[in-house]
């Protein structure tokens, strides 16, 4: 899937839902159902466990926040995440509406959750960026991989390449700023291109933050060909992603200009230039501007334009005629063709 050989030209956008499912089975069924008709090709979710994840101390930290559902830290995630028993669920709505079913294991409890129910594509958040030994758990298992790379250095982006190499090819790198929102000016796209010639056997994608969609299009013309853009059924709602996620219409437009900057880029065939409809009703014809005597020539202060329902020589072919010597009277208004000279 994430071979360069397969995907080729096309491209392949995740919707990213992370949590703003609000932690409700409905919702992120809905987002599938919703996503998978705006064009996604897979649907992400986030799985962490927790009380694995979070030392008992982060687990029991203050969260005094507008953003926050329970006082602690550790309860605040607890109210966000998809229970264990849903995820099969959610794969099988995946398969129903025709996408992959996709998570970002944060832990390795989740990665063996995330294995027994056969996850299609699994996610490497930038924060586990170099850490070698859970990509290592994670290529192990034989899935295609995603992997951002927001705040890595380039020896930290090598050596988890190299992991997840030694057991398969089926990679795809993202260029990411870990900026939440990311302002225009910060996204730097530049960076597509750096990857490209550093990883050239690897499929190379931009998961962004921003709350536009113009850094798809951008991104794909500088050689993305993944793209994970973070989604939303309300930008109003709670919680710290939906502000700068993208609601279905936004998505919808993301992945379309996505697709049509392939079809923008062939010039038209020269046969069709000039034949176009608006010239063939409005296009100008050559006339003379003034009585013009068997003999003459043809000069720039002799010659119009005006529009005929015949058509005769178009006024940008004025370039063939100028110089010539008329071989019969032209008045003043007439059409001018080919054969009034040699």
Request: proline share 4%; hydrophobic share 35%.
């Amino acid at each position: 899937m994430f071979r360069k050989d397969v995907l080729d030209e096309s491209p392949f956008v995740i919707a990213e839902v992370g949590q703003n499912h609000q932690g409700d089975l409905d919702i992120a069924r809905e987002y599938i159902r919703i996503y998978a008709f705006e064009g996604a090709d897979a649907i992400k979710f986030q799985t962490r466990n927790n009380r694995y994840l979070f030392s008992e101390d982060a687990y029991a930290a203050g969260y005094d926040s507008e953003n926050a559902f329970a006082e602690t830290y550790g309860a605040h995630r607890e109210k966000l995440e998809l229970k264990p028993e849903w995820l099969p669920i959610l794969k099988a709505d995946c398969e129903k509406h025709g996408v992959k079913f996709m998570s970002t294991p944060f832990d390795e409890p989740s990665l063996d959750i995330l294995q027994q129910i056969d996850v299609d594509l699994l996610k490497v958040a930038s924060f586990d960026l170099g850490n070698l030994p859970f990509l290592n758990r994670i290529a192990k298992l034989g899935k295609p991989v995603v992997m951002s790379i927001g705040g890595g250095k380039i020896e930290q982006i090598r050596s988890s390449v190299e992991v997840v190499l030694k057991h398969h090819n089926q990679l795809a790198i993202l260029h990411c700023v870990s900026e939440y929102p990311c302002e225009y000016n910060r996204l730097g796209l530049d960076n597509i291109e750096i990857l490209i010639k550093e990883f050239p056997d690897c499929v190379i994608g931009s998961s962004d933050h921003f709350n536009g969609t113009l850094s798809g299009p951008i991104a794909y013309m500088k050689g993305a060909r993944v793209f994970e853009k973070h989604v939303t059924l309300n930008r109003a709602w709670k919680g710290t992603d939906h502000s700068f996620a993208l609601e279905p219409d936004g998505f919808r437009k993301f992945v379309r200009d996505i697709k049509r900057v392939r079809a923008m880029m062939p010039q038209k065939p020269a046969d069709e230039i000039g034949n176009e409809r608006v010239f063939k009703k409005l296009g100008k014809s050559i006339i003379a501007y003034s009585d013009i005597r068997v003999g003459e020539e043809l000069t720039l202060d002799k010659l119009s334009g005006r529009i005929f329902n015949t058509h005769y020589i178009p006024v940008r072919e004025s370039n063939k005629v100028l110089g010539k010597t008329v071989k019969r009277d032209i008045a003043k208004g007439e059409p001018i063709q080919y054969s009034d000279f040699d």
